[in-house]
């Protein structure tokens, strides 16, 4: 396929070559898979500034992303990419074949750096914020080899979804420090105070009056933030909320049950022994269908059913996708539409 890239993916690519350490904060779906390829292309064999690149991700994003997309975009041709995944086997085959790019998962980094002869100059991290924590062994493993990386990319849609306590760390794994302090406790003196204690026990932190807007002044110059909304020009979402009427007697068996917590039946009751328990016993009624205490369906009613079939009707054959929260919601959806499951990657 033909790569043209938005005027806001070509600003990301030079900021990827243009700086040895970067972050990219990009939403999901603004395309940082193919910028960060398309910059390492470019550096590979336009720049010649770099030979071996090294990508950490989740499993399943070394599996499926990185490949597919390296095999989606034509301009892309020419680099080639090696999974290091599956049993050590399989790792060290995967280590020793000849390519630029090599994808490993981010469990597997301690192993990387304890058992192959570091020789990577270029390394990209998806999912940055899996780096928040200084105490993982992923972290202190990469933190070894850092100093022989010529070049870094940090790239995540959440860099702090714990708080700016976990920046230290995501940014200090990219810039060895330099602009948020080489220690945590240097980093939480300066820019937090004490939140959630007891006694002598800190719990949680919070920031400093200001300590924000310094934080962010520290690090813009190797970050760039994107939000979807302002760079995808998608149509509105239109919400259509349909609502279902249930009969006198299935209401009245839903108010029972929300009266007593029990509904007795000959082979099996539903009952819920706590306010959790029957908000769950609730939830699954207004479906249609509710787990007695032996684990059986105890089918109750097909309104939502009924409802569901006139949209996958009123679709006339476009595409619907349907989620559900219990079990036997989905074998009762795929009996009454045809619905097939998505239940693997493909």
Not at 29 to 43: N, R, S
Not at 49 to 67: F, G, N, Q
Not at 77 to 93: C, F, N, T
Not at 165 to 191: K, N, T, V
Request: aromatic share 10%; hydrophobic share 45%.
């Amino acid at each position: 396929m033909r790569y043209v890239p938005h005027e806001y993916q070509e600003y990301a690519k030079e900021f990827i070559i243009s700086h040895k350490v970067s972050a990219l904060f990009l939403d999901c779906g603004l395309g940082k898979t193919v910028i960060t390829l398309t910059a390492i292309w470019e550096l590979l064999f336009d720049y010649f500034d770099i030979r071996k690149i090294l990508i950490i991700a989740p499993l399943r994003v070394c599996y499926l992303t990185w490949p597919s997309e390296l095999e989606k975009w034509e301009h892309l041709s020419g680099m080639g990419m090696s999974a290091v995944l599956g049993s050590e086997k399989e790792r060290i085959a995967a280590l020793g074949r000849k390519a630029q790019v090599y994808v490993i998962n981010r469990e597997n980094v301690e192993w990387l750096v304890e058992n192959h002869k570091w020789d990577f100059d270029m390394v990209v991290i998806d999912e940055l914020s899996s780096f928040k924590s200084h105490k993982a062994k992923r972290f202190k493993a990469l933190k070894k080899v850092r100093p022989m990386v010529r070049r870094i990319v940090g790239l995540t849609g959440t860099p702090a979804p714990n708080g700016l306590i976990d920046l230290w760390a995501e940014i200090g794994i990219l810039d060895m420090g330099q602009r948020l302090g080489r220690f945590i406790g240097g980093y939480r003196e300066r820019f937090f105070v004490p939140d959630k204690r007891s006694r002598e026990m800190v719990f949680s932190y919070k920031p400093r009056e200001g300590a924000e807007d310094m934080i962010y002044n520290l690090i813009s110059d190797i970050c760039i933030s994107m939000k979807a909304v302002d760079y995808l020009d998608m149509p509105e979402c239109v919400y259509n909320r349909v609502e279902v009427i249930l009969t006198e007697k299935e209401m009245a068996l839903y108010e029972r049950l929300e009266r007593d917590m029990l509904l007795p039946f000959a082979d099996g009751d539903i009952d819920a022994v706590n306010a959790a328990a029957l908000s769950n016993k609730l939830l699954q009624m207004a479906d249609g269908a509710v787990y007695d205490e032996n684990g059986n369906v105890r089918h109750i009613h097909d309104r939502k059913l009924e409802a569901l079939e006139d949209l996958v009707e009123a679709a006339n054959g476009k595409p619907v996708l349907i989620a559900y929260w219990y079990k036997h919601d989905l074998q009762r959806i795929m009996e009454r539409t045809g619905a097939v499951e998505l239940d693997t990657a493909e």
